[in-house]
C-alpha cells in the first residue's frame, strides 16, 4: 500500500493530478453557469469549456518546469503533465455532471435527447439524400440509445480528441532542456585537460 501511495506522490503524478481536478471543478462551474442562464447545458454549446482544459495544462506545465525542474522540462514530462490534466479533467467533469443530471435534474437530459431528435427529423431531406433512409432511421434510433452514462464517456473521448494538439503545441513550447542533437550534454564546469602537447 506504501508503494502504491509514494507512486501517487510523484510530482509528475500529483500536480498534473491536481490542476486537473481544478480544471473538473472548472468546467463543471461553466456547466452550471449555461443551466442557470437557461441554456441547454448539454452538447455543443459546452464545447468552450475545453479552455479551461487548456489553461491549466499550461499552468501545470509552467508551474512543473519552474519548481520541480528548475527551469528544465522535458518533452515527455510536458507531454505526460497535459494528459493527465485533461483526463483527470474530463473524468471529474463528466461525473458532475451525470451526478447533476441523475440527482438534481433529469429534465435537462430528456431536453437534450428532445433537441438532438428535432435537429436530426430538420434536417431529414439532406439526410436521407447524403446517406439513405437506413442511416437516417439508425441516427433516430442511437438517440433513443443515449443514457446518462453514456454522456460520461462521449466526454472523455471528446475532449481526449480535441486535446491531442494543445497538447503537442503546449509541450513543445515548454520544453526546456540542456542538451540538444548537436549538444550531448551539460558543460562541465571544469572539462578535462587535454593529454597532447
Known amino acids: 500500500m506504501k508503494q502504491l501511495v509514494s507512486y501517487f506522490n510523484h510530482p509528475l503524478l500529483k500536480l498534473p493530478v491536481l490542476f486537473g481536478l481544478v480544471a ?3 468546467c463543471f462551474i461553466y456547466f452550471l453557469v449555461l443551466y442557470y442562464l437557461g ?4 452538447g455543443n454549446v459546452r464545447v468552450p469549456d ?4 487548456i489553461i491549466m495544462m499550461v499552468a501545470a506545465v509552467w ?13 515527455w514530462e510536458a ?10 479533467g474530463a473524468l471529474l467533469t463528466a461525473w458532475l455532471i451525470y451526478l447533476f443530471i441523475n440527482f438534481v435534474d433529469y429534465d435537462i437530459f430528456t431536453r437534450y435527447l428532445a433537441d438532438m431528435r428535432q435537429l436530426i427529423t430538420s434536417t431529414k431531406g439532406h439526410l436521407v439524400e447524403s446517406l439513405g433512409q437506413a442511416e437516417y432511421l439508425q441516427m433516430l434510433k442511437n438517440v433513443d440509445n ?8 462521449d466526454e472523455i473521448s471528446k475532449k481526449t480528441v480535441l486535446a491531442v494538439l494543445p497538447v503537442l503545441i503546449i509541450s513543445l513550447l515548454f520544453r526546456r532542456q540542456d542538451y540538444s542533437l548537436y549538444n550531448d550534454g551539460p558543460e562541465l564546469p571544469n572539462p578535462p585537460k587535454s593529454s597532447q602537447p
Open 146 to 153: 443515449i443514457t446518462p452514462e453514456t454522456l460520461v464517456g
Open 39 to 42: 441554456i441547454a447545458p448539454l
Open 63 to 75: 508551474y512543473y518546469r519552474k519548481h520541480i525542474g528548475k527551469g528544465f522540462l522535458h518533452l
Open 50 to 53: 475545453f479552455g479551461f482544459q
Open 24 to 26: 473538473g471543478v472548472l
Open 79 to 88: 507531454l505526460t503533465i497535459c494528459y493527465v490534466v485533461n483526463t483527470v
